[in-house]
């Protein structure tokens, strides 16, 4: 019964607009749908909305009948009736009427929005129920496409006017494509950047692409200067740029930390199903290395993102579900800092990798992910001596969306895997939470231990989540010390 339980919790985290049931009284004239969410009739703004920052409620009503109707609309967040939400209205026939509340979540995590319409007349009530989460810090999940399937794509590419306003009601950013034309003054470039942005309502760009090999030839091309007076321009535009070949100063400095900073996010291109078969690597993830180091050394980590293929090459490499995941788990590892990550959605080769990869960013970034790395282990006295007590720390890291919840926490002398003996009691966390300390997501424990000899001991840390709605990347690590004999 537990395992059928916790299958459940794992089922019901998976959904982004999770419909968690849909109430409507026989024959009701006013409906709220909320059976599909790629056409929900409830919304929220942005669609990843941020703990402490106020986001947007939009719900449409519509009218079945012919003739108009008059309700009261009542608003329920976890439960809770919002009296100050309560509205009166009347809707024509046959039309649909959309209302609008602010909402400043106080806590992270898994929220439940419940919209309930009842019609003054007959009493007939219509419910939509949907699951939004609620996250620490801003997250960006950048798709090349325009697929509408998908679930957490909060930057989609969207070229039409009606495909810019779909992804606005849904609370994402629709970007517009930009290429990166050569031949043209910084100027021009500038002005070509902000062309026809107005005539579909566009907030944001992609450039395809900047980049290359030679600092010498990027930095001389008109569009590094004109991608500087774009943003100084319009700082309210956001602008993404997808980055091609190595990561080299002159294009990081783009995304840098400071005044100077022109990109509001790189991304860059890590397409391995390119890379490896084309270059004929046998390291695949040396790839990956060079622009995270980069990255990390022109301080623009924190502004960047990666963006991985979901298109394999044809009798040589295919892009597969697993293969996917252990490409985001590196980067994770690797890079923490990232606030996200993309992908090219040329057509697939691999059913269902688009699905799959769309749900990675709910168990990799949004949801609680803990972690801990083997530098996070360390004794706070200098001289360890057989005998005397040792104060071992380890900081554990939540590097997710949200707050996890019951996590348990065991020291160990030798590796818990192969009977390594349990240093003390097990610690359990109710909270670890994933922001507020810098890095966010720190939080250092400690454990008292008495080396009984001296010599070499490896000392394991164990990380065991309680909750199936948190992911674990990295759940043991280990450090060796050593004991003088006095």
């Not at 999770?18 to 669609?47: E, K, R």
């Not at 007349?121 to 219509?126: L, P, V």
């Not at 509001?264 to 060079?290: G, K």
């Not at 960047?304 to 590892?333: F, N």
């Amino acid at each position: 019964m537990k395992a059928e339980s916790k299958k459940m919790g794992v089922m019901k985290s998976m959904l982004f607009f999770l419909i968690l049931g849909l109430s409507t009284s026989s024959f009701a004239n006013l409906i709220i749908n909320t059976s599909d969410y790629q056409n929900s009739d409830i919304n929220v703004t942005p669609m990843l909305p941020i703990q402490g920052q106020e986001a947007r409620i939009q719900t449409a009503i519509s009218n079945q009948s012919n003739n108009a109707v008059e309700a009261t609309v009542y608003l329920q967040i976890d439960n809770k009736p919002v009296p100050s939400a309560t509205q009166t209205l009347s809707i024509a026939g046959n039309e649909k009427k959309e209302i609008e509340w602010k909402w400043t979540p106080q806590e992270n995590g898994w929220r439940e929005i419940l919209v309930t319409v009842v019609e003054k007349k007959t009493g007939k009530k219509s419910s939509g129920l949907f699951r939004t989460p609620v996250i620490v810090k801003p997250l960006y999940f950048s798709w090349f496409g325009n697929d509408k399937s998908l679930k957490y794509a909060n930057l989609v590419m969207a070229n039409k006017k009606e495909d810019q306003d779909y992804w606005k009601l849904r609370g994402a950013t629709p970007w517009r494509w930009k290429g990166a034309k050569t031949g043209k003054t910084p100027e021009e470039y500038a002005d070509y950047l902000y062309k026809d942005l107005d005539t579909i309502g566009a907030k944001a760009i992609h450039i395809d692409e900047i980049g290359g090999y030679l600092d010498s030839d990027i930095g001389q091309r008109p569009q590094i200067e004109g991608c500087r007076l774009f943003k100084k321009n319009h700082p309210d535009i956001f602008l993404g740029i997808y980055v091609c070949g190595s990561l080299k100063p002159v294009v990081a400095h783009l995304g840098s930390t400071g005044k100077k900073r022109a990109a509001d996010l790189l991304i860059l291109e890590s397409y391995l199903n390119y890379q490896v078969p084309s270059f004929n690597s046998y390291t695949r993830y040396a790839y990956f290395d060079q622009r995270i180091l980069a990255a990390r050394d022109y301080d623009a980590l924190e502004h960047s993102i990666m963006v991985l293929g979901t298109k394999g090459m044809e009798d040589s490499y295919d892009i597969t579900t697993s293969d996917m995941e252990e490409q985001v788990r590196y980067i994770r590892i690797n890079a923490p800092e990232m606030p996200g990550i993309g992908f090219f959605t040329a057509t697939p080769r691999v059913e269902g990798i688009r699905e799959f990869s769309d749900n990675l960013c709910r168990k990799y970034y949004i949801q609680p992910v803990v972690t801990i790395w083997d530098r996070d282990i360390f004794p706070l006295e200098s001289n360890l001596v057989k005998g005397s007590p040792v104060t071992l720390q380890a900081v554990i890291h939540n590097i997710g969306g949200m707050d996890a919840k019951n996590v348990k926490v065991s020291f160990y002398q030798g590796n818990p895997l192969y009977n390594g003996k349990r240093i003390g009691s097990s610690l359990l966390l109710a909270t670890l939470p994933a922001g507020k300390t810098i890095p966010p997501g720190k939080t250092i424990l400690t454990q008292k231990w008495i080396p009984s000899k001296a010599g070499h001991y490896e000392i394991f840390v164990e990380i065991t989540p309680e909750n199936s709605e948190t992911t674990l990347l990295q759940g043991l690590a280990y450090r060796t010390l050593f004991v003088q004999e006095k």
